[in-house]
């Protein structure tokens, strides 16, 4: 452990001796479906909820960075099979750790593993007009990448846009039913 935390402080102490340091919040619109699989032949609707956060923007190189986040996003899906229609909310605490490049001075291309942890999980549907507690028919943890880019409009304003692919079913014992989450995102963002 101590090795560790020698390491931890060294790589610091290390990156932030030839970089640059930036913090920011990038507040945005989350929009999902999932990737859904189910017995019963639903249509799926995206569904519009926020995602958005703070960031450490730790610059190794001019052209290199490491952007470690922590994030808070509303997604789920809109399901509908004709006369029954249901929405699926779910809210997560992500942790996404991204390697950024700059392809140009106003433009950068990201990617990088992200773990979320579900905080709310709730079920809305059209014949029972009440929400319905489903965090416990739900994973606590979800795993995936993100891919993304963003353009500069100035040292501190940017706009980006992100995907991400959840590779964790995220449904707690459905039969025959699999969900994995999936949204693209729209960010505003600044840089202090």
Not at 14 to 26: A, E, M, N, P, R
Not at 56 to 85: A, H, W
Not at 91 to 112: C, E, I, T
Request: charged fraction near 25%.
């Amino acid at each position: 452990m101590k090795r560790l935390n020698f390491l931890l402080a060294a790589f610091m102490f290390c990156t932030t001796s030839f970089s640059q340091v930036h913090f920011g919040i990038d507040p945005g619109l989350a929009l999902s479906r999932g990737s859904y699989k189910s017995p019963v032949d639903y249509n799926r609707r995206i569904f519009a909820g926020f995602d958005g956060g703070a960031f450490v923007e730790i610059g190794v190189t001019p052209k290199f960075m490491i952007q470690p986040e922590v994030n808070y996003s509303i997604r789920g899906v809109e399901l509908n099979n004709g006369d029954k229609e249901a929405t699926i909310k779910l809210r997560y605490v992500d942790l996404p750790v991204l390697a950024k490049v700059a392809v140009s001075p106003k433009f950068n291309l990201y990617a990088g593993p992200q773990v979320g942890f579900l905080t709310w999980a709730k079920r809305d549907s059209s014949f029972t007009n009440e929400m319905i507690e489903l965090k416990q028919d739900f994973k606590k943890e979800d795993f995936g990448l993100v891919f993304g880019g963003e353009y500069n409009f100035t040292r501190h304003l940017f706009l980006g846009t992100r995907y991400y692919l959840g590779l964790h079913q995220i449904a707690e014992d459905w039969n025959d039913f699999e969900m994995r989450n999936r949204y693209i995102s729209f960010r505003v963002g600044y840089k202090f």
